[in-house]
């Protein structure tokens, strides 16, 4: 067989794998969907009227209206938050001897990362579409334009394969599953100092600034643009570019991380 | 120029071997040699650096001066051919908790890229090998040590390694298990399997390896078989044991090389298992008409050697 053979076939028993601890350990993969989904919950009907009033559209604004914008917010968060999932079941391998044992085999090495990588990002998208179904149950509406909607979801497809290469790093940089499961509370904060939740214009200056320049607003901008059928402009090439340059650096940073030696 | 394809007849040679992470020296040059076929134990207490020496045979890390080849391959420059004629069980049961025992062992056959039919046949044999049929289908999280240790050193052997590292295989296991994965490392020497085994129990070294290596504080202190270590301690001794005090100090008079011990009533006096010596001692008895109630022969056992050599006793016996 040549290298490209045991390429493909080392990632797919890699990727057979994870999907297997997803499916075994539904405890992992069921908080990543509840949690979005209260906070959706939370946000449209305990703080949407007074929030949705806020935004000052053309009907006026309202729980109606805010459903709309936070939906963008909640995705992202659903995405930040399965980071966990990733990144636990990373440092897992670590941690235990089994990474050691895959690396005294000749087989193909990124085999052990794309396993995780594809089995997350198929983890993620689940959880994406089922916090994407309830919110249209509570009344969201995008627009009907299938164009639109395959764009939408390539920028989150994009986003999903960046943070998990980003979680994947936080998973190899922790030395316990207890680090593994909190650094990635930080991508989760994300999408509230931007604007998932709330214009940045109504931030004072200074915070305004950065919420709008960080990577998650021009993502959620894109999608809600998108979604809502307004004109999008280059803000989504500036979040395909984002994605871009994270899946590069954490993917070279995870690389370099997998290849050090660990200590005796 | 012709290729042969025999096995090299040293499964492993290290010469010279040292790693160290900042200013703690881990080993400190250490060279070794396993003929094929063979099971060599290298036996040191924690710290001595023999998780190190697996790491460095295995590919895992690389030493910081030295050189070593496993199946005749360098370690260094040639790391997918060793890890293709290698297999490892590591100290701690590397298993996948959550997946079963058959699954558990199938993955490695994949990733042996064994065809799906020889994969199958493989994880059977394995499992009824290694006496886990019962226990194939619960998942590995659901075993006791014993059996979790055994399905780690199967999976260790799906790729039918021609050298097979057993880092501290027995480590934490109650004494029927040790049994049972003595039995089956025997079985496995049998088969023509070279084993590089590292432990800290003396007992296991005796009992498994055809030649020790004494490893600490990251150097081989000594190395042989086990009669030839065992040799290094100069003769054993004789302990008689008497009834009453007054026969004690009788003998005490008679053997005055013996040490005497007046709480337990006991005389060790120096001297081995053969037949003239014995026969002096109990001639020596009689002239004095002195009754000794027991006698018990010491021959040295590897203890002893480390004791020895090391000044300081084994995990084991501490």
Same mark, same amino acid.
């Given at each position: ?70 939906? #963008? ?144 607003? #021009? ?46 | 120029? =012709? ?58 890390? =690389? ?104 880092? /501290? ?53 000594? /190395? ?38 007046? /709480? ?22 009689? /002239? ?31």
């Amino acid at each position: 067989m040549t290298t490209m053979t045991y390429a493909l076939s080392d990632s797919a028993t890699m990727l057979r794998r994870s999907l297997r601890h997803i499916r075994r350990y539904p405890s992992m993969t069921v908080p990543l969907i509840v949690a979005p989904v209260v906070f959706l919950l939370l946000f449209v009907y305990v703080f949407g009227g007074t929030l949705g009033a806020g935004l000052g559209g053309p009907a006026g604004g309202g729980r109606r209206e805010y459903v709309d914008y936070v939906t #963008p917010g909640i995705l992202l968060l659903t995405v930040a938050g399965a980071a966990t999932a990733t990144a636990v079941s990373i440092a897992t391998d670590m941690t235990t001897g089994i990474v050691a044992r895959f690396r005294t085999m000749a087989i193909f090495r990124p085999a052990l990362l794309t396993g995780h990588v594809i089995g997350s990002v198929l983890q993620t998208l689940l959880g994406v579409v089922a916090v994407l179904a309830v919110a249209v149950v509570i009344g969201f509406r995008p627009v009907e334009s299938p164009v639109r909607w395959l764009a939408a979801a390539g920028i989150l497809l994009l986003l999903i394969v960046a943070i998990t290469w980003v979680a994947v790093v936080m998973g190899l940089v922790s030395d316990s599953v207890e680090t593994a499961s909190n650094l990635p509370m930080l991508l989760m904060i994300l999408p509230f100092f931007g604007s998932g939740f709330v214009p940045t214009s109504s931030m004072p200056a200074w915070l305004g600034w950065t919420a709008a320049h960080q990577p998650f607003t #021009p993502v959620m901008e894109s999608l809600r643009a998108l979604l809502m059928g307004t004109a999008v402009g280059d803000r989504a090439w500036l979040a395909v570019g984002w994605c871009a340059l994270i899946t590069g650096v954490s993917f070279l940073g995870a690389k370099k991380l997998m290849n050090r030696e660990g200590p005796a | 120029m =012709t290729l042969s394809l025999q096995e090299p007849a040293t499964a492993v040679v290290a010469t010279g071997l040292r790693k160290a992470y900042g200013d703690h020296v881990v080993l400190d040059g250490i060279d070794l040699r396993v003929p094929a076929g063979t099971v060599l134990a290298l036996l040191g207490p924690n710290g001595a650096g023999k998780t190190t020496t697996v790491r460095i045979l295995t590919t895992l890390i =690389t030493a910081d001066g030295g050189v070593a080849s496993v199946a005749g391959h360098d370690v260094r420059r040639d790391g997918d051919a060793v890890r293709a004629a290698i297999g490892l069980t590591g100290q701690f049961a590397a298993v996948d908790e959550l997946l079963t025992g058959a699954e558990n062992l199938a993955m490695m056959a994949a990733l042996h890229h064994l065809g799906r039919a020889e994969r199958q046949r493989r994880t059977d044999e394995l499992l009824s090998q290694f006496d886990l049929v019962g226990a194939a289908r619960r998942p590995a999280a659901t075993y006791s040590g014993g059996m979790r240790r055994r399905l780690d050193i199967a999976m260790g052997l799906v790729g039918r390694p021609r050298v097979l590292f057993l880092d /501290e295989p027995t480590t934490g296991l109650d004494p029927r298990s040790r049994r049972d994965v003595w039995r089956l490392i025997r079985e496995l020497v049998a088969g023509g399997t070279t084993v590089f085994l590292t432990t800290q129990y003396l007992e296991e070294a005796d009992r498994l390896a055809d030649r020790i290596a004494l490893l600490d504080h990251g150097r081989i202190v000594a /190395e042989g078989t086990p009669a030839e270590l065992k040799r290094l301690i100069p003769g054993g001794h004789l302990r008689l044991r008497f009834t009453d005090p007054s026969q004690l100090t009788a003998a005490a008079r008679i053997f005055e090389n013996g040490t005497r011990d007046d /709480e337990e009533l006991t005389l060790r006096v120096p001297g081995d298992s053969a037949l003239t010596s014995l026969r002096g001692l109990l001639d020596k008895l009689d /002239e004095a008409s002195i009754d000794a109630a027991e006698l018990a022969i010491h021959t040295p056992d590897l203890d002893d050697v480390f004791l020895a050599l090391t000044g300081q006793p084994t995990e084991a016996t501490r």
